[in-house]
């Protein structure tokens, strides 16, 4: 893997992925989120992709996931992650707890490639909720 990052402008910069996907990050948070806050999002991405994967592979009649992701950061240089926390609602119909949360449980404990490499040095929680879909 690789990733290519150039400086647009003021604190803007555009980073291309190897297969070629844009995306811009911003140091001053005005037009685009900050290289830590895309941190927080990627974690939520990589596992969302598992909970999902994995409810699919359960059969649960999944029609959203949503993955609220908190972090605390030191006070001192450098503000690394302290805490981060994972809360995945889930909707759908009929959706089983029991799966649900072994989702959460897979990608905490095994899938997750982003977490798992932040809880070297992160305290990494995670929750659920489960939403009735209409």
């Known amino acids: ?25 911003d140091g001053d948070k005005a037009v685009a989120g900050s290289p830590m806050e895309l941190v927080l999002a990627a974690a939520g991405a990589c ?5 999902v994967s994995i409810l699919e592979k359960a059969r649960q009649q999944v029609t959203g996931c949503r993955c609220e992701v908190n972090g605390e950061r030191a006070d001192a240089v450098p503000a690394v992650f302290t805490k981060i926390h994972l809360h995945f609602v889930v909707t759908g119909k009929d959706v089983a707890e029991k799966h649900v949360k072994r989702a959460v449980q897979l990608s905490a404990e095994k899938y997750c490639s982003v977490a798992k490499m932040l809880e070297a040095a992160v305290e990494m929680s995670h929750s659920y909720s489960i939403e009735q879909a209409d």
């Open 47 to 51: 596992s969302s992709v598992d909970v």
């Open 1 to 25: 893997m690789k990733s290519t990052v150039e400086w647009q402008q003021g604190m803007v910069f555009k980073a291309t992925s190897g297969t070629g996907h844009d995306v811009l990050l």
